[in-house]
């Protein structure tokens, strides 16, 4: 497991809901959307503190994972709430231990801003996930816009110390770890975007 980013969020578990509670009011009709087809067995990615939980379809039965253990003791009494089930795991996404086409489904909301190695960890969902399974993200990318473009560029070393990089192609990432692009939404600007994938 990646120490120093389990140590980064662990840090950063205390203060999250503070942090993330302007954006959870701002894309909740956005997140609803992304997670109403949620079907089968699914993996949500990084579940933080389970902000994201009051968003999921009642009566499904997901595994959501994190890499911090700080993150999922307060994410613990939203997954109690969910009207069906939540298997919480601390996990690496680089790391995932569950056999090849596991899952039905894979769902990630502003996640892939922080995994170190995005490829590879995009590589290791398409690994679990079962053929024609989806891959649907919510997600903060880096633009192609001026001079937005160049904006995040700047802000990203910064950023990162503490959370995210602002500047990732995550669009293009997802096409490097093998997966076929249904659905490109920009949701504000070309920065936040909604991707549906197929393997």
């Known amino acids: 497991m990646d120490r120093l980013t389990r140590k980064k969020w662990d840090s ?11 954006a959870e009011k701002r894309w909740a009709s956005v997140k609803q959307e992304t997670f109403a087809p949620m079907r089968g067995k699914v993996l949500f990615l ?4 389970g902000v994201d939980f009051q968003f999921f379809p009642a009566g499904q039965e997901i595994i959501a994972i994190d890499i911090s253990s700080k993150m999922l003791e307060q994410a613990r009494p939203r997954a109690d709430a969910y009207r069906g089930r939540i298997e919480l795991r601390e996990m690496d996404v680089h790391e995932l231990d569950y056999p090849d086409e596991t899952f039905d489904q894979v769902f990630t909301s502003c996640t892939f801003c922080s995994v170190p190695d995005p490829v590879n960890g995009l590589r290791r969902l398409h690994r679990v996930l079962r053929p024609g399974g989806e891959l649907r993200m919510f997600e903060h990318t880096g633009s192609r816009w001026f001079p937005f473009n160049v904006m995040l560029h700047l802000m990203t070393p910064i950023t990162r110390l503490s959370g995210p990089e602002l500047n990732r192609p995550t669009v293009a990432n997802v096409r490097k770890a093998g997966f076929t692009i249904r659905e490109v939404r920009n949701v504000y600007l070309d920065v936040v975007k909604s991707i549906v994938a197929v393997k």
């Open 12 to 22: 950063a578990a205390a203060r999250y809901d503070l942090f993330s509670a302007g």
């Open 46 to 49: 990084a579940a933080g503190t």
